[in-house]
């Protein structure tokens, strides 16, 4: 399989966010082989695709629960806390292992169609997540929620992740699936289960994804004996192998810093966290000590449409009017945070850039918008203020992953969207009058 692709703009969101003019993107078996200009471009034998816009690595959402396209909508106006209790946790309860696949198919499609090629989702029902990302052909780092709650065991929540990766391995080797650990948070498991759960982690050298400082109100007994849930990461030996802290709102200088010196990455939800009224994470001080900071959408319940372009341009929002400052994120930066850092908090270089080596996920975001009128040969700066501040996901039509065309004029190429719509209202019903 050899594909190139040959396009007006090229943003491979290298570490500077380059933009490139005339430029081509080549794939060859799954793994991009050259990104440069087309005039400099080596001779090329394989199918070539001209298109009109503007070309970008598939994005990444480094913090998901996308199965929840079944529960969009429920408790919308609750606090966070209420929200779970009340509907969230009550509904999970009911959903069988096959209503998990049927909402992981439809988050699939709808956030392939806004761009994002691979998802880190925390939840329940691995088996079925995975295969509908499969049917979907999208990628998805799976971390397997672990909580310690009545009628759920931690132990066997741990044992049945540790022994699925031992029996496949922690990443498949077309790049599409990769397995991790999915402890909840610091006040659903206790500091000597967290332990447990890292030590099996760090033993296989997978990702551990748990929700850290979310809300103000949910971590005051941990607070209260550790000064804050990141000191008690530490104090646990949780830290030190590759860990994604979601969420991560409310933390403090020396917080920050231990993040920085443990290497944590940080998935940002800002969409999520200003409609739980959760407050706004300090990305800015985050970015500046040296922290891997993603974006994520968090779950469809609770944001509440799976669009990462739409994150990164609340994340410069939020870290500019936080700080009373227009200079403090950039759309360079915004972007290359819903790409190339996303990829770096999950700790993978396979995606999240246009780079020889990586994986050939790529989006094409056509030009034919209000957003771009101002022409595609506008100065780089203004173009990519045009694709972060102004367009978004909306025109978004083509994406390709691993080199193979899985939407195309806007619509999924391999699951029939209104079936997998259905799919989601026939669960949402069962629910409502379970
Ligand atoms: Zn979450």
Redesign the pocket.
């Known amino acids: 399989m050899s594909l190139r692709l040959h396009a007006p703009v090229v943003l491979p969101c290298d570490p500077s966010c380059s933009v490139l003019r005339d430029a081509v993107v080549d794939v060859v078996d799954g793994r991009i082989t050259y990104v440069g200009g087309a005039a400099e471009a080596p001779a090329f034998d394989g199918e070539v695709r001209q298109l009109s816009g503007i070309l970008l690595p598939g994005l990444v959402n480094t913090?998901a629960?996308s199965p929840m396209t079944v529960l969009r909508g429920l408790g919308s106006d609750l606090p966070l806390l209420r929200w779970l209790q009340e509907q969230m946790w009550p509904n999970e309860a009911r959903m069988t292992a096959a209503d998990v696949g049927t909402g992981m198919l439809l988050g699939a499609v709808e956030m392939l169609r806004h761009g994002v090629t691979t998802s880190a989702e925390?939840y329940f029902h691995g088996p079925e997540l995975v295969s509908s990302v499969r049917a979907a052909g999208s990628r998805v780092v799976f971390g397997a929620a672990i909580l310690d709650v009545p009628g759920m065991s931690w132990r066997s929540m741990t044992d049945e992740i540790s022994a699925w990766i031992d029996a496949d391995g922690l990443l498949s080797a077309d790049g599409r699936i990769e397995l991790a650990y999915g402890p909840h948070s610091a006040y659903t498991l206790s500091p000597s289960q967290l332990t447990s759960i890292a030590q099996e982690a760090r033993a296989r050298g997978a990702l551990l994804m748990v929700?850290v400082a979310e809300s103000p109100f949910e971590d005051e007994a941990q607070r209260a004996e550790y000064g804050s849930v990141p000191a008690l990461l530490k104090a646990s030996d949780v830290l030190g192998g590759r860990v994604l802290s979601?969420?991560s709102v409310h933390l403090s200088d020396d917080d920050i810093a231990l993040y920085a010196s443990f290497g944590v990455g940080v998935a940002h939800?800002p969409g999520s966290n200003a409609k739980l009224a959760s407050g706004i994470a300090r990305v800015p001080e985050m970015l500046a000590a040296g922290v891997s900071v993603g974006l994520g959408t968090?779950?469809p319940a609770s944001n509440d449409d799976l669009d990462l372009f739409e994150e990164a341009r609340l994340a410069g929002l939020f870290a500019r009017v936080s700080k009373m400052d227009a200079t403090v994120l950039g759309a360079a930066q915004a972007l290359l945070m819903a790409t190339r850092g996303g990829a770096a908090a999950l700790g993978r270089d396979d995606i999240g850039a246009l780079e020889a080596g990586r994986w050939g996920d790529v989006v094409h975001v056509d030009a034919d918008d209000p957003a771009f009128a101002t022409g595609l040969d506008a100065p780089d700066a203004q173009l990519l203020a045009n694709l972060v501040w102004a367009s978004g996901a909306r025109r978004v039509t083509d994406v390709w992953v691993g080199g193979e065309h899985v939407v195309a004029g806007g619509e999924s190429t391999r699951v029939d969207r209104q079936e997998a719509q259905a799919g989601v209202t026939a669960v949402a019903q069962r629910l409502r009058t379970a």
């Open positions: 913090h629960h925390m929700h979601a969420h939800c968090d779950g």
